[in-house]
């Protein structure tokens, strides 16, 4: 059974920094695109970013490009979201996921982490 579990959410103040982690149980991230998704209230959920298992490297929306980045560490079969800069908006919830091609398909979702940032 696949598990992504997400942690490190919170409360930041604006310029501030925070680190997601996502744990994965079931499969192995170096072979898994390991994508990250957020879902701000009364909005849709975006794509920020992912890492891609076949490229090795990591790839941005562009609102994220600069301040946020994305790696894993095969070792803990996790994946990070490193997130710098913060904005107040970029508060939402944040979401892992793991697919085989994220650019066509995530087959496996976290739970969500909440991040909030203050001005």
């Known amino acids: 059974q696949v598990q992504l579990v997400e942690s490190g959410g919170g409360l930041e103040q604006a310029g501030g920094s925070l680190r997601l982690s996502c744990a994965a149980s079931?499969?192995?991230?170096?072979?898994?695109?390991m994508g990250w998704f957020r879902q701000a209230p009364g909005k849709d959920r975006e794509f920020v970013g992912a890492?891609?298992?076949?490229?090795?490297?990591?790839y941005y929306a562009d609102f994220v490009k600069g301040r946020f980045t994305i790696f894993r560490d095969n070792a803990k079969n996790t994946a990070y979201l490193q997130m710098n800069s913060l904005k107040p908006e970029d508060t939402a919830v944040y979401y892992c996921a793991a697919g085989k091609d994220g650019r066509t398909k995530y087959d496996y979702w976290g739970q969500g982490t909440q991040v909030t940032v203050s001005s």
């Open positions: 890492f891609s298992w076949i490229g090795v490297r990591a």
């Open positions: 079931g499969l192995t991230v170096s072979t898994y695109d």
